[in-house]
Nanobody
Framework: QVRLEESGGGSVQAGDSLRLSCAVS????????MGWYRQPPGKEREFVAA????????NYKESVKGRFTISRDGAKKNLYLQMNNLKPEDTAIYYC????????????????WGQGTQVTVSS
């Protein structure tokens, strides 16, 4: 059974940092794009960041550029999101995702999802 499990969420103050992790089990996504989505309170789920299967290309939502960094380990099993200078508008449930995508991570169609981890940023 394929499983993506997020961890690392929590409640922080504006300006703080968090590092989200996504542990993959049941298969590897060595040829797939992986990424992070989030769902703010009362809003639709939105794209945050993606990383190509090679790890050589990344793509970010405009509002997180320069603050968030997506990475994946060499074995292509785990995914990370380093979030710095967090803002209240980053408050959301964050989801790990995996699926087909293009070589530079500008297109991504997840077909596997984690259960999500809550990130709350207070001002």
């Amino acid at each position: 059974q394929v499983r993506l499990e997020e961890s690392g969420g929590g409640s922080v103050q504006a300006g703080d940092s968090l590092r989200l992790s996504c542990a993959v089990s049941g298969r590897t996504f060595s040829r797939d794009t992986m990424g992070w989505y989030r769902q703010p309170p009362g809003k639709e789920r939105e794209f945050v960041a993606a990383i190509s299967w090679s790890g050589g290309y990344t793509n970010y939502k405009e509002s997180v550029k320069g603050r968030f960094t997506i990475s994946r380990d060499g074995a292509k099993k785990n995914l990370y999101l380093q979030m710095n200078n967090l803002k209240p508008e980053d408050t959301a449930i964050y989801y790990c995702a995996a699926g087909p995508g293009n070589n530079d991570a500008t297109w991504f169609k997840p077909n596997y999802w984690g259960q999500g981890t809550q990130v709350t940023v207070s001002s």
